[in-house]
């Protein structure tokens, strides 16, 4: 079992810079694949990134290929999403993600989320 708390969202201007972060607990943490989703209403939750349980390997939506950057710290069970150029299309409930191997696009645990506003 694995629980995901997310933090670091906010409001910030076109062009602009946020790091999100992700705290997990659990002692199966280490040995997980982590993600970033994000989701509006009325929308379905758009894959983001994703990193191994180790940081050897990493996968990135095309729509922020560039511009985020995926990370984690397994001695502080965290991973993290620096998030630069930032556009208002990037508007959205940020929710972090773990999974066995995010190979198999399979992701059993979820957070609640953090809210990032990018202002025109």
């Known amino acids: 079992q694995v629980q995901l708390v997310e933090s670091g969202g906010g409001l910030v201007q076109a062009g602009g810079s946020l790091k999100l972060s992700c705290a997990a607990s659990?002692?199966?943490?280490?040995?997980?694949?982590m993600g970033w989703f994000r989701q509006n209403p009325g929308k379905g939750r758009e894959f983001l990134a994703a990193?191994?349980?180790?940081?050897?390997?990493?996968d990135y939506a095309d729509s922020v290929k560039g511009r985020f950057t995926i990370s984690r710290d397994n001695a502080k069970n965290t991973v993290y999403l620096q998030m630069n150029s930032l556009k208002p299309e990037d508007t959205a409930v940020y929710i972090c993600?773990?999974?066995?191997?995010?190979?198999?696009?399979?992701?059993?645990?979820w957070g609640q989320g953090t809210q990032v506003t990018v202002s025109s």
């Open positions: 659990g002692r199966t943490f280490r040995t997980n694949s």
């Open positions: 990193i191994s349980w180790s940081g050897g390997g990493t």
């Open positions: 993600a773990a999974s066995p191997d995010y190979t198999n696009n399979y992701w059993p645990y």
